[in-house]
Each structure stands twice: as C-alpha cells, then as structure tokens.
C-alpha cells in the first residue's frame, strides 16, 4: 500500500489558483499511474486528471481543460496539479489515487485536501 499525502488546498476566489501537491511513500514510483479526483457534497466522487509514469502521458476531464495541469516529479516522488481560472464549481475535496501500470484500480487513496473557490 502506497501512502499518499496531498497538501495546497484552501479557499480562494473565483478566478484564482491554486497548486495541490500529492506526496508518495513508495521506492517504485514510477511504476505508478497517478490520478486526480474529487468529490463535492452530495455528489459522486470523480476524475480530474491523470498521469503516466514518466509524466509524457496525461490526460483530463472536460471540464478541467485548459484550466487545469499535472505533473509529476519522480524523483521527489510527487504529483501536482495547478489549478487556473478557478470557479465556484470546482469547490471540493480533492484526492490523489495511484495505480500499478499493469492494472486498472486506484487501490491507494490519499486523505483529500478542501479547495473551496468563493464567487
């Protein structure tokens, strides 16, 4: 089990940024895919973006494109995502998941980080 620690959350205004970090406790990390999600009250948790091992590949929900960048650094073993052009609806709680290359569930889950974006 990989253990993950996401840090950079907070409130900010509509219109703002913010850069979430995901911090991973594992010698193999690049042998791991990394995934952005989020989940807002009384809504279902969902996909914001991902990343391939070596950070080449990535990839992005809709409704984060062009607003929204990961990337990774293996050698510190960390994922960002910056967050631009902020709005109300991206209030939520944000958590970082990775999975083995060779599979296909995120099986290890950070704690989340609130962002809460103000209009």
């Known amino acids: 089990q990989v253990q993950l620690v996401e840090s950079g959350g907070g409130l900010v205004q509509a219109g703002g940024s913010l850069r979430l970090s995901c911090a991973a406790s594992?010698?193999?990390?690049?042998?791991?895919?990394v995934g952005w999600f989020r989940q807002a009250p009384g809504k279902e948790r969902e996909f914001v973006a991902g990343?391939?091992?070596?950070?080449?590949?990535?990839n992005y929900a809709d409704f984060v494109k062009g607003r929204f960048t990961i990337s990774r650094d293996n050698a510190k073993n960390t994922v960002d995502l910056q967050m631009n052009s902020l709005k109300p609806e991206d209030t939520a709680i944000y958590y970082c998941?990775?999975?083995?290359?060779?599979?296909?569930?995120?099986?290890?889950w950070g704690q989340g980080t609130q962002v809460t974006v103000s209009s």
């Open positions: 998941a990775v999975r083995q290359y060779n599979q296909a569930a995120f099986r290890s």
């Open positions: 594992t010698r193999t990390f690049n042998n791991y895919v």
């Open positions: 990343i391939g091992r070596s950070g080449e590949s990535t």
